[in-house]
């Protein structure tokens, strides 16, 4: 006797093993979607870590800005001819420390920095390229110094990203202090009221460590509506 075939053309015998190997199939497919996912989940996490296009952490542009008044300019005001453009910077290398607190400390020894061309601004997102003029892209501090030329008075509110830490001293006020070792983030914001136009001290310290390195400083002066880089017009040093 013939089996006996159902409507829609199989035999009863046949649609057993059909329908099993529907099923191997459908997983087998659901196992391969799964495993390209991880894949392109893994390429994701490459992509970012290089530090190119890396998101960066903005949770402390949130909390409420730090304010500073009566900071004292520089007393005399140097001359524009005695002044040379950037920030003096010395490099400290082999620096794996976490932390800024033994540059700023003094217990990493001063006379162990070397000195290197001086800086002309800061607005930069190093990746994994060589930091400044230092030779190298991990293991490094650095103290800039020099000053810092506010055009007008009124309020002037920075903002920082750095990777790894930072920190801005400007006259006596410690405007930016995010000293520790992280990825691209923002700073607390400080808010800087001057009262009398001209320069004024400044110094930063700066350290990457490993892996990717950013430093940026920003600014918002009393006649514009946006942030805009700290220009190099801004920065000078005396020799």
């Given amino acids: 006797m013939g089996q006996r075939k159902s409507s829609d053309g199989f035999c009863a015998g046949q649609r057993l093993p059909a329908i099993?190997?529907?099923?191997?199939?459908?997983?087998?497919?659901?196992?391969?979607?799964?495993?390209?996912?991880?894949?392109?989940?893994?390429?994701?996490?490459?992509?970012?870590?290089?530090?190119?296009?890396?998101?960066?952490d903005a949770s402390r542009l949130q909390l409420p800005a730090v304010r500073f008044?009566?900071?004292?300019?520089?007393?005399?005001?140097?001359?524009?001819?005695?002044?040379r453009p950037g920030l003096s910077a010395v490099y400290y290398f082999d620096?794996?420390?976490?932390?800024?607190?033994?540059?700023?400390?003094?217990s990493v020894p001063p006379d162990t920095g070397v000195t290197g061309k001086p800086i002309p601004f800061l607005n930069h997102r190093f990746g994994r390229?060589?930091?400044?003029?230092?030779?190298?892209?991990?293991?490094?501090?650095?103290?800039?110094?020099?000053?810092?030329?506010f055009p007008t008075p009124g309020e002037y509110t920075f903002r920082a990203l750095s990777n790894d830490g930072?920190?801005?001293?400007?006259?006596?006020?410690?405007?930016?202090?995010?000293?520790?070792?992280?990825?691209d983030r923002y700073a607390i914001q400080a808010v800087v009221t001057i009262g009398q136009a001209g320069w004024y001290p400044l110094q930063v310290e700066y350290f990457q460590r490993k892996g990717t390195a950013a430093i940026e400083l920003w600014w918002r002066t009393p006649e514009a509506g946006d942030f805009e880089p700290v220009p190099a017009s801004s920065f000078a040093h005396l020799p």
């Fill in 69 to 83: 008044a009566d900071l004292m300019p520089a007393d005399p005001q140097p001359a524009d001819d005695a002044l």
């Fill in 95 to 106: 620096y794996f420390a976490r932390h800024l607190d033994p540059l700023t400390s003094g």
């Fill in 166 to 183: 930072l920190r801005v001293r400007v006259a006596d006020a410690m405007v930016i202090d995010d000293p520790t070792q992280h990825s």
């Fill in 20 to 56: 099993i190997a529907c099923i191997i199939a459908g997983v087998f497919i659901t196992i391969s979607a799964g495993c390209a996912g991880r894949a392109d989940q893994g390429r994701t996490v490459n992509v970012e870590s290089t530090g190119t296009d890396a998101v960066p």
């Fill in 129 to 149: 390229q060589e930091v400044f003029d230092s030779g190298t892209n991990r293991g490094v501090a650095i103290r800039m110094r020099g000053l810092i030329r």
